[in-house]
C-alpha cells in the first residue's frame, strides 16, 4: 500500500505570495490533517479535513486553509506569507472513523517552505 | 487534550536497550497512547500503540502500567540508525486526529 505522498517537497516563495500544497492519502483514509512543524514551536496541528469537510481547526490565522476533495485529496493554503511561515508542513492521513481500534496517524514526508 | 512529558534528551550506545517514559497525569478513559519517531526533515513515523499493561511489535515495547499515567517506550539493542526524536502523543478514539506533540525526546545513539 502506498504511503502519503506530499508535494511540492521543497518550495521557496518570497513574502507576500502565496503557496498551495498538496497531500494524498493512503488508499481508503477519508481523513487527512495538517501540521506545521518549526524549531520553536515544534509540532503544531493546523486543521484536519474529513469527507470534503473541515472537522477540526488549530490555532492559526486565516491565511492559512484548506480543502478536501472526493478522493479524500488535500491541499493547504497560505496566502500573503510571512517570513514565519517557513517550516515543514506535513500532512497525516487516517481511516477518520472512530471504532474499536485506534485511528492511527501516517505522516507523509513533508513539504519545506521556505519564505525569504 | 492530554498533555505530555517526556525527557527533552537521552544518550545510549549502539547494542544498549533504551528506555524513554512518558508522563500523561491527565490521561482519559477513551485515550490511547501512541509513539513516532521523527529523523530531521521527515514526517513522524509510527512505532507502537498501545491502551493497557503490554504492547510489542517487531521494533520496539510499549509498557503502561495500571494507572496509565505514563508510559515506558523500550528500544532494544539501539543501532546508530535510531538517532531521533521520539514523541509521545494521547488522544482518544473519536479525537478526530487532533494530536499534542510535546516537545518529543533527542535520542542520540553513539557508536
Partial sequence: KAGVTQTPRYLIKTRGQQVTLSCSPISGHRSVSWYQQTPGQGLQFLFEYFSETQRNKGNFPGRFSGRQFSNSRSEMNVSTLELGDSALYLCASSTGLAGASPDTQYFGPGTRLTVL | ?111
Fill in chain 2, 1 to 111: 487534550l492530554a498533555k505530555t512529558t517526556q525527557p527533552i534528551s537521552m544518550d545510549s550506545y549502539e547494542g544498549q536497550e533504551v528506555n524513554i517514559t512518558c508522563s500523561h497525569n491527565n490521561i482519559a478513559t477513551n485515550d490511547y497512547i501512541t509513539w513516532y519517531q521523527q529523523f530531521p526533515s521527515q514526517g513522524p513515523r509510527f512505532i507502537i500503540q498501545g491502551y493497557k499493561t503490554k504492547v510489542t511489535n517487531e521494533v520496539a515495547s510499549l509498557f503502561i502500567p495500571a494507572d496509565r499515567k505514563s508510559s515506558t517506550l523500550s528500544l532494544p539493542r539501539v543501532s546508530l540508525s535510531d538517532t531521533a526524536v521520539y514523541y509521545c502523543l494521547v488522544g482518544a478514539l473519536y479525537n478526530f486526529n487532533k494530536f499534542y506533540f510535546g516537545s518529543g525526546t533527542k535520542l542520540n545513539v553513539k557508536p
